[in-house]
Nanobody, 126 residues
Framework: QVRLVESGGDSVQSGGSLELSCAISGNTDNAYSIVWFREVPGKEREGKGCVDHNRKTKYADSVKGRFTISRDNIKNTVTLRMNSLKPEDTGTYHC????????????????????WGQGTLVTVSS
């Protein structure tokens, strides 16, 4: 069973940057894609990006050009670099492992994610 722990959330002003980390343990054969999604109370989960087994990435239109996902299969970490942050980026960010989809073929459908971490809170003030 894969376990994921997110960190790096903070409060920043609009236009600022943050780097979130996802530490992966347990089954670390890397046979899964990693999705970052955001949760806001009262709203549906919103996928931000996906990185596949070979470190190729896909992004939501709302973050293209601002967010970058990188994956280190040796250190078993995935990083979400967030630049030019906006107040609407506020929320709790989770990383999720999808062992049924190694290549982000399901992206942007995030309904079937089964394993994710507890999340890290990002607050962007105007």
């Amino acid at each position: 069973q894969v376990r994921l722990v997110e960190s790096g959330g903070d409060s920043v002003q609009s236009g600022g940057s943050l780097e979130l980390s996802c530490a992966i343990s347990g089954n670390t054969d890397n046979a899964y894609s990693i999705v970052w999604f955001r949760e806001v109370p009262g709203k549906e989960r919103e996928g931000k990006g996906c990185v596949d087994h070979n470190r190729k990435t896909k992004y939501a239109d709302s973050v293209k050009g601002r967010f970058t996902i990188s994956r280190d299969n040796i250190k078993n970490t995935v990083t979400l670099r967030m630049n030019s942050l906006k107040p609407e980026d506020t929320g709790t960010y989770h990383c999720a492992a999808d062992s049924s989809d190694v290549w982000c073929n399901n992206w942007p459908d995030i309904r079937f994610l089964e394993v994710w971490g507890q999340g890290t809170l990002v607050t962007v003030s105007s």
